[in-house]
């Protein structure tokens, strides 16, 4: 794919997450005139910088360089098996892959204290497991 197409695509998942390319500069510690001759396509942008977008704007490298269509992984789904019937679980799943690496830290970090708070954990009561009312 050309520069145009991976240009548009930096500054399509820039702006998703919400940020300007001042604050972007900022966030990813790179010069703004970086960011800005990137996505003006007058310099092409390196592994790294590509690296780092698709991290923090929780897309694929495939997608920001134009191989792909999908701006979001699969491989969640494919780890889980993610049934049919469980709604809230493919919701789960989209969600993560919808943040960045800090963003699904937090992710966890939350569900694991709704574990050990223990009011929203299943126990297991003569063989069956139940939700705790």
Request: with cysteine; charged share 25%; hydrophobic share 35%.
């Amino acid at each position: 794919m050309g520069m145009a197409v991976i240009s548009e695509r930096l500054i399509k998942a820039r702006e998703f997450i919400g940020h300007n390319r001042k604050s972007f500069a900022e966030m990813l510690n790179i010069p703004y005139r970086t960011i800005t001759n990137y996505e003006n396509g007058s310099r092409e942008p390196g592994s790294d910088y590509i690296l780092k977008v698709a991290d923090v704007c929780g897309c694929t490298t495939d997608w920001l360089l134009g191989l792909s269509d999908n701006p979001r992984s699969n491989s969640s789904y494919s780890a889980i098996v993610v049934q049919e019937n469980d709604p809230l679980l493919k919701t789960l799943c989209a969600n993560y892959e919808g943040l960045n690496a800090e963003g699904r830290e937090k992710l966890v970090d939350y569900s694991d204290d709704l574990i050990q708070s223990n009011k929203y954990k299943k126990f297991v009561s003569s063989g069956i497991l139940q939700e705790k009312a």
